[in-house]
């Protein structure tokens, strides 16, 4: 590691910013993941894209329909293409706190510089407050790296700003992912930005938690890899005029994506995001490939009114 568990969180605060992306996990025809597409999309979201860090195995990378030593695999061979280019923060949300263990420990014996673990699902508790504060300590005490909260309605449930604030006091605690309301999560920001960097997913709300609350770090999701092309890096672009608080130049950039961004909202079927992802990819030269089951590919339709949509939204490929 690069650090010590003392050191997590000033670690974090100088080296945790800019845009990091959750990669999608390629699969091939048969349903193997496909390691050299993984590979290439990664060089390309490096050195053409200039993203900063990665969020692997996550939902976006489709972990909930991969093997153990899958989830372990994708983390390695992360590491290995990030090399000192890119940080990674890797996924090692489960239901079985044993699994989440063995995935944060691999983490840190890999090389990895973070993991994010997904509030769990609690089956019939109604207040876990009490059970939260001991599964977060629980992971903290058995590894080292720094450690990000994920906190999204997915667990049934929302974790408090309050909840997080008390979260923060974990030595290691060093980041949220709190995909939340923004009234929520501007809380978090003034009761312990100080403390934990907090991020959300949304990439339309991120300009202006850079200007409003002082954010640092787009954690994350896959607009930096689907709204950019290596002629194309509007959404940096506007982060970097954002953090040197040019804001209006930052704002008319940012509302120059919107045709962009309108093209995957009207054309994304509720039920595919995952296709629906992986195609897009497929347009921009990126590796996509087909989804696990139990996710459903797109139609020949879906994919028609796609492309024609794409085709039309200002992208420069």
């Known amino acids: 590691m690069k650090y010590t568990r003392s050191q997590a969180k000033a670690h974090s605060r100088a080296t945790m910013r800019g845009i990091w992306a959750a990669a999608n996990t390629p699969f091939d025809a048969e349903g193997a993941i496909d390691e050299a597409g993984f590979r290439a999309n990664m060089e390309h979201w490096i050195e053409d894209l200039k993203i900063d860090g990665f ?25 290995e293409v990030c090399g000192d280019r890119a940080q990674t923060i890797m996924s090692c949300s489960d239901q079985n706190m044993e699994v989440v263990l063995e995935l944060a420990r691999h983490a840190q014996d890999c090389g990895a510089d973070y993991i994010v673990v997904h509030a769990p699902v609690l089956n019939f508790l109604k207040a876990q407050e009490e059970t939260l504060v001991r599964y977060y300590e629980t992971i903290a005490q058995e590894v080292d790296i720094g450690i990000a909260l994920w906190s999204h309605p997915d667990s049934g449930y929302l974790m408090s700003p309050e909840l997080c604030a008390r979260l923060a006091e974990i030595e290691t605690v060093v980041a949220i992912k709190y995909s939340v309301p923004r009234e929520m999560y501007a809380e978090l920001t003034r009761l312990a930005g100080d403390r934990i960097i907090v991020s959300t997913a949304s990439e339309e709300e991120w300009l202006e938690n850079v200007l409003d609350l002082g954010w640092q770090l787009y954690l994350c999701s896959s607009p930096p890899y689907l709204l950019q092309t290596a002629g194309d890096l509007r959404m940096k672009d506007y982060t970097e005029l954002a953090f040197a608080g040019k804001a209006e130049e930052a704002r008319a950039v940012w509302q120059s994506l919107e045709p962009v961004r309108a093209a995957i909202r009207s054309t994304k079927p509720a039920e595919k995001p995952f296709a629906h992802q992986k195609y897009w990819q497929e347009l921009l030269g990126q590796v996509g490939g087909p989804v696990r089951a139990p996710m459903l590919e797109l139609t020949q339709e879906e994919k028609d009114r796609t492309k024609a949509a794409f085709r039309a939204c200002g992208l420069k490929v």
Do not use: N, P, T, Y
């Open 55 to 79: 969020f692997i195995a996550g939902k976006q990378g489709e972990f909930f329909s991969m093997s153990l030593e899958e989830r372990k695999r994708i983390m390695s061979l992360a590491v």
